[in-house]
T-cell receptor, first 110, second 113 residues
Framework: SQTIHQWPATLVQPVGSPLSLECTVE??????LYWYRQAAGRGLQLLFYSVGIGQISSEVPQNLSASRPQDRQFILSSKKLLLSDSGFYLC?????????FGSGTRLTVV | AQTVTQSQPEMSVQEAETVTLSCTYDTSESDYYLFWYKQPPSRQMILVIRQEAYKQQNATENRFSVNFQKAAKSFSLKISDSQLGDAAMYFC??????????FGQGTRLTINP
């Protein structure tokens, strides 16, 4: 069966520090992968999506970047975090029945 | 660009009663998918129900059903026999053939015992 792993679950980082969030998918090959961000009490905003290794599409100009070094690995990064980068980050992939989400990372920038 | 609108920020219902959550969307496409996702306090996104736009029959999953009105671009979720475990944020979402999922702002559902 397909599973999606996302870590860490929570993260507190100072302003100006780097960021690396990782997401991996098991049990499938060449999935479409997505990074979403959710501000408190609001809907999900698509940040990046990838249809294959090295192929990244950005939806929102921001302080973040994404990479897909392997088929089932998707990484969200930042060189210098801003206070506005705080939020709940979700990784997702598309399967036969729809989108499956990871358990999320709660990022607090202080 | 496609947009999804949920006009009810909050809803409440008595346990065992029925509640309907509203959703409208805007698209010029004819083939697409619509979803309802549930987000409990754990913040895990859980798929509740899916509707293919080419199907006229409304999707049903146990106590959850939808009223899909393609011409009106409306996609409401009906929860029958509401249970305490149904309390959560509910998000309506649109997808154009697995390109990307566009979400509404969500409806917070409270179940009163």
């Amino acid at each position: 069966s397909q599973t999606i792993h996302q870590w860490p679950a929570t993260l507190v980082q100072p302003v100006g520090s780097p960021l690396s969030l990782e997401c991996t998918v098991e049990g499938t090959s060449n999935p479409n992968l997505y990074w979403y961000r959710q501000a408190a009490g609001r809907g999900l905003q698509l940040l990046f999506y990838s249809v294959g290794i090295g192929q990244i599409s950005s939806e929102v100009p921001q302080n973040l970047s994404a990479s897909r070094p392997q088929d089932r690995q998707f990484i969200l990064s930042s060189k210098k975090l801003l206070l506005s980068d705080s939020g709940f980050y979700l990784c997702a992939w598309t399967g036969a029945y729809g989108y499956t989400f990871g358990s999320g990372t709660r990022l607090t920038v202080v | 660009a496609q947009t999804v609108t949920q006009s009810q920020p909050e809803m409440s219902v008595q346990e065992a009663e029925t509640v309907t959550l509203s959703c409208t969307y805007d698209t010029s496409e004819s083939d697409y998918y619509l979803f309802w996702y549930k987000q409990p306090p754990s913040r895990q996104m859980i798929l509740v129900i899916r509707q293919e736009a080419y199907k006229q029959q409304n999707a049903t999953e146990n106590r959850f059903s939808v009223n899909f009105q393609k011409a009106a671009k409306s996609f409401s979720l009906k929860i029958s026999d509401s249970q305490l475990g149904d309390a959560a944020m509910y998000f309506c979402a649109y997808d154009r053939l697995a390109q990307k999922l566009v979400f509404g702002q969500g409806t917070r559902l409270t179940i009163n015992p």
